[in-house]
């Protein structure tokens, strides 16, 4: 079984400002974890995914997160927001048999 | 748009009746998920198809609830005898095999209401 806790349900930043979204994960067999955003009245967008490798992987619109996995954490960053980042992000991991956990989701407001 | 459709977008019924929503995942991708999403939670997974073949079920999936994925390209999920416990937005998520694991493509989802 597998769980993920995303530990923020809200996070208000002003612009340019840097973000953290925290995610922690718990599994009995080995995972990987992606986060996707979803903006207003659409679909969910993959940001990043961590695989294997280096630990801080880098995604799209400047951001990036680090697999720590004595912590069995994966944080999500981006040193400077802008108001377009403002939309929910999601935490996942999937095994590879392809089951598949989310997290409760993090709302990123980002204030001018 | 990451390439995966999914009609209707919204869909609005009466408690009892049957609803179908139909995914048209990338063409190339051979497994296809179908998710539950309601408001301020995360998607929680219903099933999935490798190709034609359905190979695992949520416990979430009643009964009343029935996926197909004829030849292996499009799905539709029927949900029958609605309730309004079942309103809630419907994604479909077309995947790549990455190394050990899928890459999911989702698509915009049908928001279903049950009146």
Request: glycine share 6%; net charge neutral.
């Amino acid at each position: 079984a597998q769980s993920v806790t995303q530990l923020d349900s809200q996070v208000p930043v002003f612009e340019e400002a840097p973000v953290e979204l925290r995610c922690n994960y718990s599994s009995s067999v080995s995972v990987y974890l992606f986060w996707y955003v979803q903006y207003p009245n659409q679909g969910l967008q993959l940001l990043l995914k961590y695989l294997s490798g280096s630990t801080l992987v880098k995604g799209i619109n400047g951001f990036e997160a680090e697999f720590n996995k004595s912590q069995t954490s994966f944080h999500l960053r981006k040193p400077s927001v802008h108001i377009s980042d403002t939309a929910e992000y999601f935490c996942a991991v999937i095994t590879n048999a392809g089951k598949s956990t989310f997290g409760d989701g993090t709302t990123l407001t980002v204030k001018p | 748009d990451t390439g995966v459709s999914q009609n209707p977008r919204h869909k609005i019924t009466k408690r009892g009746q049957n609803v179908t929503f139909r995914c048209d995942p990338i063409s190339e991708h051979n497994r296809l998920y179908w998710y539950r999403q309601t408001l301020g939670q995360g998607p929680e997974f219903l099933t999935y198809f490798q190709n034609e073949a359905q190979l695992e079920k949520s416990r979430l999936l009643s009964d009343r609830f029935s996926a197909e994925r004829p030849k292996g390209s499009f799905s539709t999920l029927e949900i029958q005898r609605t309730e309004q416990g079942d309103s809630a937005m419907y994604l479909c998520a077309s995947t790549v095999r990455d190394r050990d694991t899928d890459t999911q493509y989702f698509g915009p989802g049908t928001r279903l209401t049950v009146l």
